[in-house]
């Protein structure tokens, strides 16, 4: 059973940075480093907004993190992160990281990122 399991979350002033992880495991018929891996992100009393994805083609973003938010992988490891920097209060939600590109595959429970001052 493949299992997405995130971390790093946590309450930040605005203007700083926080790591997120993702450890994936469970993965059987197809290795973790073939699999397109992504993060999507949920605010309060709104929906599902995908953010980052990244695979052997390389890394995209959504154009309100672009520049502030940057994906990579250890496939040695089955990990996915998210660097954050210089966060927003707009940024405060609950992060996912998922299987597939652009984040529509299974999602792991989250992680609560909070900027606040």
């Known amino acids: 059973e493949v299992r997405l399991v995130e971390s790093g979350g946590g309450l930040v002033q605005p203007g700083g940075s926080l790591r997120l992880s993702c450890a994936a495991s469970?993965?059987?018929?197809?290795?973790?480093?073939?699999?397109?891996m992504s993060w999507v992100r949920q605010a309060p009393g709104k929906g599902l907004e995908w953010i980052s994805g990244?695979?052997?083609?390389?890394?995209i973003y959504a154009d309100s993190v672009k520049g502030r938010f940057t994906i990579s992988r250890d496939n040695a490891k089955n990990m996915v992160y998210l660097q954050l920097n210089n966060l927003k209060p707009g940024d405060t939600a609950i992060y996912h990281c998922?299987?597939?590109?652009?984040?529509?595959?299974?999602r792991g429970q989250g992680t609560q990122v909070t900027v606040s001052s």
């Open positions: 998922g299987i597939g590109l652009t984040g529509g595959g299974l």
């Open positions: 990244i695979s052997e083609g390389g890394a």
């Open positions: 469970g993965f059987t018929f197809k290795p973790f480093s073939r699999h397109a």
